[in-house]
């Protein structure tokens, strides 16, 4: 019963998960706490609900993995409010974080840094720490 109340809860973003799987052609890596993970080529790391898509080239073990887990935990706390809270600003985030790393030429790890003070991704990170 609990972990249908938690699907009902995430239900928006689960259904953009599913969507996004079958969209992109994600491959099953594994599940971590009843958190499915999948390879999509294209996507460096998203989370909606209880599904992790993560780029094909990054090791499933790696701190990325963590981070995405940490949206997880944000997605079963905010519930319906997740896509709004978190996922449209993470995402709306990321978007100017590579468009100004094209323009101003910023280093990599210059640009890692600042992505990761937002709060979207300081409080995944938080949550999993």
């Known amino acids: 019963m609990r972990k249908f109340l938690i699907?009902?809860?995430?239900?928006?973003q689960i259904l953009l998960g599913k969507w996004a799987v079958r969209h992109y052609g994600g491959i099953y890596i594994h599940s971590i706490k009843d958190i499915d993970?999948?390879?999509?080529?294209?996507?460096?790391?998203?989370?909606l609900g209880n599904v992790i898509?993560?780029?094909?080239?990054?090791?499933?073990?790696?701190?990325?993995?963590k981070h995405e887990y940490g949206h997880t935990i944000q997605s079963r706390?905010?519930?319906?409010l997740y896509i709004p809270v978190i996922?449209?600003?993470?995402?709306l985030w990321y978007?100017?974080?590579?468009?100004?790393?094209?323009?101003?030429?910023?280093e990599q790890?210059?640009?890692?840094?600042i992505y990761y003070k937002f709060y979207t991704e300081s409080w995944a990170n938080r949550l999993v720490k």
Do not use: A, N
Request: net charge neutral; with cysteine; glycine share 8%.
């Open 95 to 106: 978007q100017l974080i590579c468009w100004l790393e094209r323009i101003l030429k910023w």
């Open 37 to 47: 993970v999948y390879k999509v080529k294209g996507i460096d790391g998203m989370s």
């Open 53 to 65: 898509l993560i780029d094909p080239d990054v090791y499933e073990g790696t701190w990325l993995i």
């Open 87 to 91: 996922f449209i600003p993470s995402f």
């Open 77 to 80: 706390i905010l519930g319906w």
């Open 7 to 12: 699907r009902i809860h995430q239900l928006p």
């Open 109 to 113: 790890s210059y640009s890692t840094g």
